[in-house]
T-cell receptor, first 116, second 112 residues
Framework: GAVVSQHPSRVICKSGTSVKIECRSL??????MFWYRQFPKKSLMLMAT?????????EQGVEKDKFLINHASLTLSTLTVTSAHPEDSSFYIC????????????FGEGSRLTVL | GENVEQHPSTLSVQEGDSAVIKCTYS??????FPWYKQELGKRPQLIID?????GEKKDQRIAVTLNKTAKHFSLHITETQPEDSAVYFC???????????FGTGTRLQVTL
């Protein structure tokens, strides 16, 4: 099946710094990618929909100025957590649709962010 | 928007027994219902899915049933094995947008 690669898998940063997470579709093009956040022992919550060549669509309650999303090409979407704080510590996972309107998603490996 | 509820939150079964996880959804426009298995610190893995034009689907020890009228769907795992232990998530998706709404998850533990 299609492969979505996410990097880095783990990142530890100091409070107040910014962290960038990359999500790449390796063998297919993705005009849309989804960013999810998962707190320990909780479900995946959709943060935003990344759209190639246009602005991302954010879910209610997600601060667009804090979670910057850029989808500059058909194979790369990035999520930047700006001015990170300990409460931003979480597991961030990107996903891309398989295409063809099937609804199936391919997930990246996830990035565990720890803010000290 | 869509709301997906999932029960139970934890489930412990003995090896060889069956496990059933149930989900309900709210948006009648949803027509795609995948189930994911997630091991600790890993990405969700699709294990089976069903579309609204089908009432039941089976893949070896795993089966999913869908009742569109009642807006609920269930995952059935037979002959459970220790390696089935993980967190399972149901999800629902309206149309072709692939915008999944996940259930709250069920932690399945298969004991020897």
């Amino acid at each position: 099946g299609a492969v979505v690669s996410q990097h880095p898998s783990r990142v530890i940063c100091k409070s107040g710094t910014s962290v960038k997470i990359e999500c790449r579709s390796l063998d297919f093009q993705a005009t849309t990618m989804f960013w999810y956040r998962q707190f320990p022992k909780k479900s995946l919550m959709l943060m935003a929909t990344s759209n190639e060549g246009s602005k991302a669509t954010y879910e209610q309650g997600v601060e667009k100025d804090k979670f910057l999303i850029n989808h500059a090409s058909l194979t790369l979407s990035t999520l930047t957590v700006t001015s990170a704080h300990p409460e931003d510590s979480s597991f961030y996972i990107c996903s891309a649709p398989s295409g063809g309107g099937t609804g199936e998603l391919f997930f990246g490996e996830g990035s565990r962010l720890t803010v000290l | 928007g869509e709301n997906v509820e999932q029960h139970p939150s934890t489930l412990s079964v003995q090896e060889g027994d069956s496990a059933v996880i149930k989900c309900t959804y709210s948006d009648s426009a949803s027509n795609y219902f995948p189930w994911y298995k997630q091991e600790l610190g890993k990405r969700p893995q699709l294990i089976i899915d069903i579309r609204s034009n089908v009432g039941e689907k089976k893949d070896q020890r795993i089966a999913v049933t869908l009742n569109k009228t009642a807006k609920h769907f269930s995952l059935h795992i037979t002959e459970t094995q220790p390696e089935d232990s993980a967190v399972y998530f149901c999800a629902a998706c309206p149309g072709t947008a692939s915008k999944l709404t996940f259930g709250t998850g069920t932690r399945l533990q298969v004991t020897l």
